[in-house]
């Protein structure tokens, strides 16, 4: 099993910034991918950014040069800095981890609320 655990959401106004972090824990393979979802009201969850042990990065095209991933592998944590907010950036971003093999799981955090007032 494996244990994430997010922190960092919050309000903010359009324009502002946040940096979200999920520390993960538990069984985490050596071939995994880390990284965030979002879920606006109404909407289906959709993916922002992932990033691999290697440090191989991957974005929405919505978030592209505003957001960053970023990883610490030593503290099985990730980041995501998130820059020039938009009110359409509101939803609660799920942090996940997807453990590649036998027995290779998708795990998810309980999400963290993030609301851009404009």
């Known amino acids: 099993q494996v244990q994430l655990v997010e922190s960092g959401g919050g309000l903010v106004e359009t324009g502002g910034s946040l940096r979200l972090s999920c520390a993960a824990s538990?069984?985490?393979?050596?071939?995994?991918?880390m990284g965030w979802y979002r879920q606006a009201p109404g909407k289906q969850r959709e993916l922002v950014a992932t990033?691999?042990?290697?440090?191989?990065?991957d974005y929405a095209d919505s978030v592209k040069g505003r957001f960053t991933i970023s990883r610490n592998n030593a503290k099985n944590t990730i980041y995501l800095q998130m820059n020039s907010l938009k009110p359409e950036d509101t939803g609660v971003y799920y942090c996940?981890?997807?453990?590649?093999?036998?027995?290779?799981?998708?795990?998810w955090g309980q999400g963290t609320q993030v609301t851009v007032s404009s």
């Open positions: 538990g069984s985490i393979f050596r071939v995994n991918v």
């Open positions: 990033i691999t042990p290697s440090s191989n990065t």
């Open positions: 996940y981890l997807r453990n590649f093999g036998i027995a290779g799981n998708v795990y």
